[in-house]
């Protein structure tokens, strides 16, 4: 039974960090690659960042190059996004993705960047 619960959300002002975590279990987490998207009212799900399943590769979408960072820590079966200089744009639900032969998703974790 895979499971991805997103956690770390909340409100915070522009300019401002957050760190999400997401839990995983269910799967072999080390073998997996892990995204996270994030979906804005009205807007379609955007990927936001991935990460192999060895940490040894990142990507991320131009809106947030230099300012997230997505890592993993397979000891404790967590994938993380750190995000700094935040920006009302970022105001979103942040999901977490596991990337297999179908995706799997979490219930996601509410962002809101205002002053």
């Known amino acids: 039974q895979v499971q991805l619960v997103e956690s770390g959300g909340g409100l915070v002002q522009p300019g401002g960090s957050l760190r999400l975590s997401c839990a995983a279990s269910?799967?072999?987490?080390?073998?997996?690659?892990m995204r996270w998207h994030r979906q804005a009212p009205g807007k379609e799900r955007e990927l936001v960042a991935s990460?192999?399943?060895?940490?040894?590769?990142?990507n991320y979408a131009d809106s947030v190059k230099g300012r997230f960072t997505i890592s993993r820590d397979n000891a404790k079966n967590t994938v993380y996004l750190q995000m700094s200089s935040l920006k009302p744009e970022d105001t979103a639900v942040y999901y977490c993705?596991?990337?297999?032969?179908?995706?799997?998703w979490g219930q996601g974790t509410q962002v809101t960047v205002s002053s």
């Open positions: 993705n596991l990337v297999t032969y179908r995706n799997y």
């Open positions: 990460i192999t399943n060895d940490g040894g590769s990142t």
């Open positions: 269910g799967f072999p987490f080390n073998l997996a690659v």
